[in-house]
T-cell receptor, first 112, second 112 residues
Framework: NAGVTQTPKFQVLKTGQSMTLQCAQDMNHNSMYWYRQDPGMGLRLIYYSASEGTTDKGEVPNGYNVSRLNKREFSLRLESAAPSQTSVYFC???????????FGQGTRLTVV | GDSVTQMEGPVTLSEEAFLTINCTYTATGYPSLFWYVQYPGEGLQLLLK?????DKGSNKGFEATYRKETTSFHLEKGSVQVSDSAVYFCARSTDSWGKLQFGAGTQVVVTP
């Protein structure tokens, strides 16, 4: 089982550049999430999608957009990257409401 | 606002030592509580969970009990192994959609 697959694993961007982080899950989960992990702060929710066709903001949505392309895929876009967006990004999925999330391996993004 | 607080690390232990990682939370109502573990270079994995007061979650020799009176969910293991070296995150559910609020994480280092 692949579980949750994220691409790319590493990325370096220059300030102002854009990019899209891809995420796909093969567990038929309804809910998908994007978190960022920063030292000393744990994981913070950027956006989530409770089901195909719906998305909503989390705790730290500024500077990001998302697309729930279909039930499997949930992408995160940085339109104009800033150094403050240097972080490790995790995609996760779960059966709606359980809190039992399955995480991808993460994308380490550096914005210079 | 509501929060999850866990002890700072790193926690360094010898193999076969007893491990405790403290976690407390503030929240309205009675959230579900979780411990997630992150091994080096990987995403988070669910370690154990408890959904109501006095529930005990257990897995791989780890245990945690949901204490409503002290709003705590401390993680314990009686005899750690080198393979338990990881970062441990306490988390609570924030709603019925499976969104999670994480603590800052505690790094555990087990030496032979």
């Amino acid at each position: 089982n692949a579980g949750v697959t994220q691409t790319p694993k590493f990325q370096v961007l220059k300030t102002g550049q854009s990019m899209t982080l891809q995420c796909a899950q093969d567990m038929n989960h309804n809910s998908m999430y994007w978190y960022r992990q920063d030292p000393g702060m744990g994981l913070r929710l950027i956006y989530y999608s409770a089901s195909e066709g719906t998305t909503d903001k989390g705790e730290v949505p500024n500077g990001y957009n998302v697309s729930r392309l279909n039930k499997r895929e949930f992408s995160l876009r940085l339109e104009s990257a800033a150094p403050s967006q240097t972080s490790v990004y995790f995609c996760a999925s779960s059966t709606t409401g359980t809190g039992e999330a399955f995480f991808g391996q993460g994308t380490r993004l550096t914005v210079v | 606002g509501d929060s999850v607080t866990q002890m700072e690390g790193p926690v360094t232990l010898s193999e076969e030592a007893f491990l405790t990682i403290n976690c407390t939370y503030t929240a309205t109502g009675y959230p579900s509580l979780f411990w997630y573990v992150q091994y080096p270079g990987e995403g988070l994995q669910l370690l154990l969970k408890a959904t109501k007061a006095d529930d005990k979650g257990s897995n791989k020799g780890f245990e945690a009990t949901y204490r409503k009176e002290t709003t705590s969910f401390h993680l314990e293991k009686g005899s750690v192994q080198v393979s338990d070296s990881a970062v441990y995150f306490c988390a609570r559910s924030t709603d019925s959609w499976g969104k999670l609020q994480f603590g800052a994480g505690t790094q555990v280092v087990v030496t032979p």
